[in-house]
């Protein structure tokens, strides 16, 4: 059973920095595809942050462009989000979300992490 556990959030004055990570465990005889990073804020619904592919290639929500960038290590099954200039709008729960292939069927499963909190505020 694959496992995603993030790290990394915390409280942070306007323009400051964090950088999350995710951990993929219980990874034998599985291909992780996709790596995305979402958030809920409070009373709303999760949005999309950021996604990259196994290759590499990425993908932004655009309220973060600019600000946040993904990257991943394969060889460590790990996920990482820079979030840098942070707004109080950033603050929210952070989830890591990866689409797994399991190997021989190739039968693919979408997992979440349990999320990091991280709050932007003065």
């Known amino acids: 059973q694959v496992q995603l556990v993030e790290s990394g959030g915390g409280l942070v004055q306007p323009g400051g920095s964090l950088r999350l990570s995710c951990v993929a465990s219980?990874?034998?005889?599985?291909?992780?595809?996709?790596m995305d990073w979402y958030r809920q804020a409070p009373g709303k619904q999760r949005e999309f942050v950021a996604t990259?592919?196994?290759?590499?290639?990425?993908n932004y929500a655009g309220a973060v462009r600019g600000r946040f960038t993904i990257a991943r290590d394969n060889d460590k099954n790990t996920a990482y989000l820079q979030m840098n200039d942070l707004k109080p709008e950033d603050t929210g729960v952070y989830y890591c979300?990866?689409?797994?292939?399991?190997?021989?069927?190739?039968?693919?499963?979408?997992?979440w992490g349990q999320g990091t909190q991280v709050t932007v505020s003065s």
């Open positions: 219980g990874t034998i005889f599985t291909i992780i595809y996709d």
């Open positions: 990259i592919t196994r290759g590499g290639s990425t």
């Open positions: 979300n990866a689409a797994v292939s399991r190997l021989p069927s190739g039968q693919s499963y979408q997992y």
